[in-house]
Structure formats: C-alpha cells, structure tokens
C-alpha cells in the first residue's frame, strides 16, 4: 500500500481558536497523515482547559499511524506564554515562524536537481489576526500573500489563462507592495479560517 500524503498543519494564533481546531482533528479519519505545527504545551494546556481526551506525540515520518486519540505535533515553541483570548505581538515571531517551517516541509527538494522528495505534501493554515503579526512591525495582509512573497511567487497572473500550468498563488493582492501591507487592517474581523474548510473538503467520508 502506498504511503499516506503528509499534511502539515499550523495551529496558527495561539491566543485564538487555531488550537482547538487542531486538537479536534484527532480522532477523526482522513485520507493523509496530519502532523500538528505548534508549541506542544500549548496544545496540552488548551486540550485540558476543553476537557479533551488527546494525547500529543512527537512526529517522526518513519512512525505508524496514529490512533484515534492521538495527535501528531510538530513542536515549535512559543516566543511567550500564551493565554486563550489574549493577543500579545511578542507572539508574531511564532505565528509567521510556523507558517515558515510548514512552507519549507513542501518546498524541500523545489530546487536544484530536485532530488529530494518534499517532507509535506501540502500545508493548511488555522486562523492567524494580522492586527498584532502588524502591531508586532511586520507588514501582513494575509497568509495567501506572506506565502507567495515568501515562495517568491507574488507575481499577478490573469486569471483569463485557465490553460496555464504554473504553480503560482494567485490572487488579486499577490502583487501587493510593501508600503500596502502597512496598512492593513488590524480589525479582529481580518483574522481569516481557511483551516475548517480546507480539511474539511480533505477528509474522508465514513
């Protein structure tokens, strides 16, 4: 039998509900293997804080599947202690670190000879607010154009051409410049949830 995907999933800002989105994606049966981006502890106080049964275990790609109450967490560790429904900025490192690490697991072997197979097959992003990520000074509009300028492929592309075959976000922002990304809104409003969607449209049905 052939090898599950690997889906990396960052568990996004930690003061929000992102955590609690991974956390309850244990449990449940998909049609690849996911593997939780963020600071473990945090994912165990908020799992006790919920009354969750889970119980969070180291990733190692060479290991079997997990159970059902298990989860597979992918530790990166918070800049500060963090609280549900407290924003702190000091936190914006942490946030846009995890969207980094799961970036690099799906590029690894993008350059060169192309060797080396990627450690994710594809990423999803819990939610993330750009008010504190900007409060902390940095620019951001939102994960579609942090990654794309990150993956060096905010490039604008017509969406008149369906017959193109490059890999390339597109989005009628990708393109935008830096002195636009300074203002963006710091509106709780802004905090996008592309993560319940995603895997939802993913998992298998039973």
Known sequence: MPALPVIAVTSGEPAGIGP???LRLAGRRFDARLVVLGDRELLAARAAALGLNVRLRDWVPE??????DVLDVLHLPLAQ??????LDPANA?????????????CRAGADGARTEAPEFAAMVTAPVHKGVINAAGVPF????????????TCRPQSRRRPSSRRCVSCTP?????TASMRRASS????????????ISAARRSK
């Open 20 to 22: 609690e989105l991974c």
């Open 63 to 68: 290991a079997d599947a997990p159970a059902p």
């Open 81 to 86: 202690p963090a609280q549900a429904g407290r």
């Open 93 to 105: 490192p942490y946030v846009l670190g995890l969207l980094d690490r799961a970036l690099a697991g």
């Open 141 to 152: 509009t939102g994960h579609t154009e942090y990654l794309a300028c990150r993956s060096r």
């Open 173 to 177: 922002r990708c393109g935008a410049s």
């Open 187 to 198: 509106s709780p409003d802004s905090t996008r949830m592309p993560a319940k969607t995603a």
